[in-house]
């Protein structure tokens, strides 16, 4: 309702400042990835929406591209337009913030995590989290306070 009445810009201050999240560090994003990402149109909010969902899944562009209801090339071009970043690259940071809350809310091991938020294995969890916040995995994990239980 804000975005029809006011426009995407105000709609958005007004989201992030509704959206209250606990104080973290190590220089990580206080906002959600899906929220910054700024998707205009429905079916590339849809594709996004899809993979927050989805997670564990294959993310493919063909994929996100069925959820789109579109080609894969169309949706490719579209999704690079509105958010500005690769398919695969959204994806990583859609993966890389449930991990990360997942990490700072739960007491799964790292393997636990990272097969759970789709990387896989902790070795493409831990490139990844060093591409978003300059830092493993276990630092984030000890910085939040919990304690993983053992494997």
Same mark, same amino acid.
């Given at each position: 309702m804000i #975005?029809?009445?006011f426009g995407?810009?105000?709609?958005?201050?007004v989201a992030r400042k509704l959206v209250l999240y606990q104080r973290r560090?190590?220089?990580?994003?206080?906002?959600s990835a899906l929220l910054e990402m700024g998707a205009r149109s429905d079916r590339v909010q849809m594709a996004l929406t899809y993979a927050s969902e989805n997670l564990a899944s294959d993310l493919s562009? #063909?994929?996100?591209?069925?959820?789109?209801?579109?080609?894969?090339?169309?949706?490719s071009r579209v999704f690079r337009e509105e958010t500005g970043q690769s398919p695969a690259k959204a994806v990583e940071r859609l993966r890389v913030e449930a991990a990360r809350?997942?990490?700072?809310?739960?007491?799964?091991?790292?393997?636990?995590?990272a097969r759970e938020t789709g990387f896989g294995?902790?070795?493409?969890?831990?490139?990844?989290?060093?591409?978003?916040?300059?830092?493993?995995?276990?630092?984030?994990?000890?910085?939040?306070?919990?304690?993983p239980?053992?494997?």
């Open positions: #975005e029809s009445d995407l810009e105000t709609s958005r201050m560090g190590g220089g990580q994003s206080q906002f562009v #063909e994929r996100l591209a069925e959820a789109a209801r579109l080609s894969p090339r169309q949706f809350l997942m990490m700072e809310t739960t007491r799964h091991p790292i393997e636990v995590v294995d902790r070795e493409r969890m831990r490139q990844a989290f060093l591409r978003a916040f300059g830092q493993p995995p276990q630092t984030i994990q000890r910085a939040s306070g919990v304690t239980l053992a494997v």
